[in-house]
């Protein structure tokens, strides 16, 4: 087919042209600037560039393996109904008692039977529906933990160059149930200081968070804990697993449930962001807003929740944020007699004017509400343009009101990206530097987080869910505190700022 073309119509052909033999030299010296230039011919070389494939890690994109083997572990489906799909409990005779779901609601009846427990029931709702409706609220508020301390061993790993020690999140460290629920309640949800001897032996590098993420919620309060659960039953390894042999054949037969969630978990990278260059393995990259697209899916099974992609709610956030921007400090600017900026560039330019301090609660006096928040993707889509906005005017600024000059942030995929003159800024807590601009973006974070971002929505489960996104953007900024640089930074408590209720009311 080609052989004809080239022949008659082909009269030029542009190429480019490298040689890889400069190559050699360079990383055999471990050269950064030449695996730099290599990373470079890679990116170029690689299917996403050339093909126009999607990024895995691409916060627009679901991760239909992950998301399709997760729903396995949990004993959910998904299905089409009248043309829309929709997640429902497992047929009967697919069922698998050891999946969370079945194995929870087991526990629920077993309850029932012995009397040690009651289910009331709503209108038009049957005692299944009842207990199917409290089983899955309970598994998402594991889950909710367990996907958050995935990303936050990934954090800790990479805080201290890949050092495994600070992997807990395996059959190793956690071998039940009651593990877990120690690790909820007696490791995360109390300080250092004040865990048991047998608890700090065995998980001493997890740092406390002080987050409500790891109090008990009223539904384990009234019903039962995770300790609870069976800890012998197997369920079947998912027929298109992602887990793989030593000869790199496709494991099948059945596994012990929380040891299969455990490797399932690991076999994806949760230290990564859309920003890493090239991954040490080969392992898909599942960041903040794919979590949040798999969890809108399973939560939103029965109300038609739909998950707002990244671009559209970074063009909404741009689109709105900044006239509100112009807005705020035009009114700063009636009564100082400075002129009133009518575009960004002419605020700009103004903005030296003002006091960095009073600069900076401007913008922090605005007050972004969402009415139906979902996963709460729209509120971290404004929170990253947020701190954008600061950056782009300069106004950004340590504790002491030191401005970050030599850095520059950008939003790529939905991320907040800083770089500086030699990359990607990665932090180091060993460096001065380095920890001020960490401690920076974690105050401006937490800052607005607490005075600006609102949310409300009708389902609790959604709520539960945009509160443990915007504590996972408040992670990816954590850093460790003077003097002894041991301890984590503690996360803020957010429950009076994301709601249930009906905004229609």
Same mark, same amino acid.
């Given at each position: ?74 004993? !959910? ?94 059959a190793t460290y956690i071998k039940v149930f009651k593990e877990l629920n120690e690790l909820f309640f007696e490791v995360l949800a109390v300080k250092t200081t004040d865990r048991a001897t047998h608890i700090h032996s065995k998980f001493g590098n997890i740092p406390y968070l002080n987050s409500s ?27 298109q697993s992602v887990l793989k042999s030593a000869s790199g054949t496709r494991i099948s037969g059945d596994k012990n449930t929380l040891h299969y969630l455990f490797e399932f978990l690991d076999a994806y990278d949760f230290a990564s962001d859309s920003t890493a260059e090239i991954q040490e393995q ?192 408040? !992670? ?30």
């Open positions: 087919m080609a052989q004809p073309f080239i022949e008659k119509e082909l009269e030029q052909l542009t190429c480019s042209y490298f040689n890889l033999h400069e190559f050699e030299t360079i990383l055999s010296a471990n050269n950064h600037e030449g695996e730099q230039k290599l990373l470079d011919l890679y990116k170029i070389l690689s299917p996403e560039h050339l093909l126009k494939k999607p990024f895995a890690n691409d916060s627009n994109t679901l991760n239909k393996n992950f998301y399709n083997e997760l729903l396995h572990i949990i004993g !959910l489906e998904e299905t089409k109904d009248s043309g829309k799909k929709v997640i429902r409990r497992k047929i009967e005779k697919e069922r698998n008692e050891g999946s969370l779901l079945e194995n929870t609601i087991r526990e629920f009846e077993s309850q029932i039977r012995q009397c040690e427990l009651t289910i009331q029931t709503s209108e038009g709702r049957t005692k299944e529906e009842e207990v199917f409706s409290a089983a899955l609220e309970l598994c998402i508020t594991w889950l909710n933990r367990i996907l958050f301390l995935k990303l936050l061993e990934g954090q800790l790993i990479k805080y201290h160059k890949g050092d495994r020690k600070y992997s807990f999140l395996n993420l790891f109090d008990s919620t009223e539904f384990e309060l009234s019903y039962f804990k995770i300790k609870d659960l069976n800890d012998r039953l197997e369920i079947p390894v998912y027929a080969n392992k898909t990259i599942i960041n903040a807003s794919v979590l949040g697209k798999v969890f809108e899916k399973i939560n939103g099974y029965k109300d038609g929740s739909i998950f707002t992609p990244g671009f559209i709610t970074m063009y909404m956030s741009r689109q709105s944020l900044r006239p509100a921007v112009i807005q705020k400090f035009n009114e700063h600017f009636k009564t100082t007699g400075i002129a009133e900026a009518t575009t960004f560039e002419e605020l700009y330019n103004r903005v030296d004017k003002v006091e960095i301090k009073t600069a900076n609660e401007i913008v922090n006096s605005l007050r972004v509400c969402d009415p139906a928040v979902g996963s709460g993707h729209f509120l971290v889509s404004a929170l990253n343009e947020l701190i954008l906005i600061k950056a782009e005017l300069g106004i950004l600024a340590d504790k002491n009101g030191k401005r970050l000059r030599d850095y520059e942030f950008t939003i790529e995929n939905d991320e907040l990206i800083i770089t500086d003159e030699h990359g990607l800024f990665v932090y180091n807590h060993l460096n001065k530097e380095s920890q001020r601009v960490q401690e920076t973006i974690f105050g401006e974070r937490q800052t607005i987080i607490e005075n600006c971002l609102f949310g409300v929505d009708i389902n609790p489960n959604s709520v539960k869910i945009c509160r443990l996104r915007l504590w996972i953007e408040l !992670l990816k900024s954590s850093y460790y505190k003077a003097p002894a640089y041991a301890e984590l930074e503690t996360l803020p408590n957010i429950d009076i700022n994301i709601k249930c209720g009906n905004s229609l009311i």
